[in-house]
């Protein structure tokens, strides 16, 4: 659980089990995985093994954000709970006082909603995770109206059948469960209106395979995450209904925000900036929100302490000084996770979607 996340896209994490498996060439490198790496008796990876429910105190974090207000400075994107706005006095000698922003001292803070990204030690579509535990989940959600939650899953498919097996658990529990209802109206088409879903995914293969599946799936938002990015990503000839393609709906319309970011940890394979680039591009001509998260391990900037200069064609393959290093390869540097920063050609991109209610 993180109150407050580092995380450029959320305010808060809260992990409700951990433990995972590998399904994507994303997960080769899993940074959960490998904190967990020295409490294997605790949690143990992979399918067929037993996930960690977190305690009952972590369970108790989300209910008291839903009831702490929250406040946005729209001169400077600040974002934090309103106790922690500086109270400024309105007239000097003080008449009245108003809250301000901690960060540029703006007067121009507004209600916001806390996004909170549910399992970034985990998956909540997982397999291994028992019915029960997803619908304690789901009850959770609803019981916290005042909070987005970001569901982002590297196992989009997986949505309708976990829903299924958490609704015969519910259907079977002594009395029914609550939640039953909830479970039938998602099913039927009308999901929680607090709930952003998402999609992990890293290249082409992934994006023609989860896509479709994502846009399939009911949400009140949309979006993937490519992070880490390891191959180009192109939109052309992907429609949003493959049934009816006549229509040329492309299917990047149909989502409500793109993260895209590179990898970081000690064996972090670089992203190549086309990539990057032409992602960006497509979300600006298809009007999407692009939030660039960060270059990750690998700059293209040979900063302070750079090492391991290395070249990357643009099909993800490394160019060594014996190959042939064409114009539209890229020299990166890696200098680390902060130095290589999150600006895409001198800028940072922070879009986020507008929110339909």
Not at 86 to 94: G, M, N, Q
Request: net charge negative.
């Amino acid at each position: 659980m993180a109150e407050r996340s580092n995380i450029e896209w959320t305010d808060a994490t809260f992990n409700p089990w951990i433990g995972c498996t590998k399904v994507s060439p994303a997960c080769d490198h899993c940074y959960a995985e490998r904190d967990f790496d020295l409490r294997r008796h605790v949690v143990q990876w992979g399918a067929g093994q037993a996930r960690k429910r977190t305690s009952t105190e972590n369970w108790k974090f989300p209910k008291r954000w839903n009831d702490q207000p929250f406040r946005e400075c729209q001169d400077c994107g600040w974002r934090g709970e309103e106790r922690e706005a500086a109270v400024v006095s309105r007239f000097f000698p003080p008449i009245s006082t108003r809250a301000a922003c901690p960060s540029c001292s703006s007067r121009l803070i507004n209600p916001a909603r806390r996004r909170v990204f549910c399992a970034s030690l985990a998956d909540v579509f997982d397999n291994e995770v028992p019915a029960e535990w997803l619908v304690d989940l789901l009850e959770l959600i609803r019981l916290t109206p005042e909070l987005d939650w970001l569901l982002l899953s590297k196992r989009i498919g997986n949505w309708r059948k976990r829903l299924e097996e958490a609704r015969g658990w519910t259907v079977e529990s002594q009395p029914p469960h609550p939640w039953n209802l909830h479970i039938l109206e998602w099913l039927d088409g009308k999901p929680p209106a607090n709930v952003w879903l998402g999609a992990t995914i890293c290249n082409q293969a992934e994006a023609d395979r989860d896509i479709p599946k994502l846009l399939a799936t009911p949400a009140a938002v949309r979006f993937i995450s490519v992070e880490p990015m390891l191959g180009p990503i192109s939109f052309e000839g992907m429609f949003a209904n493959p049934s009816h393609v006549n229509d040329g709906t492309n299917a990047l319309e149909c989502l409500d925000w793109v993260i895209c970011g590179g990898e970081s940890g000690p064996r972090a394979r670089p992203m190549h900036p086309q990539w990057a680039r032409d992602l960006r591009d497509q979300c600006a001509v298809a009007g999407v929100p692009f939030l660039f998260k960060q270059w990750g391990e690998w700059g293209t900037i040979p900063g302070h302490g750079a090492h391991y200069p290395a070249g990357i064609a643009p099909d993800g393959s490394w160019v060594g000084a014996e190959d042939q290093f064409t114009e539209d390869c890229a020299l990166m540097y890696r200098v680390g996770k902060k130095a290589a920063g999150r600006l895409l050609d001198g800028v940072e991109h922070n879009g986020f979607p507008e929110v339909r209610r």
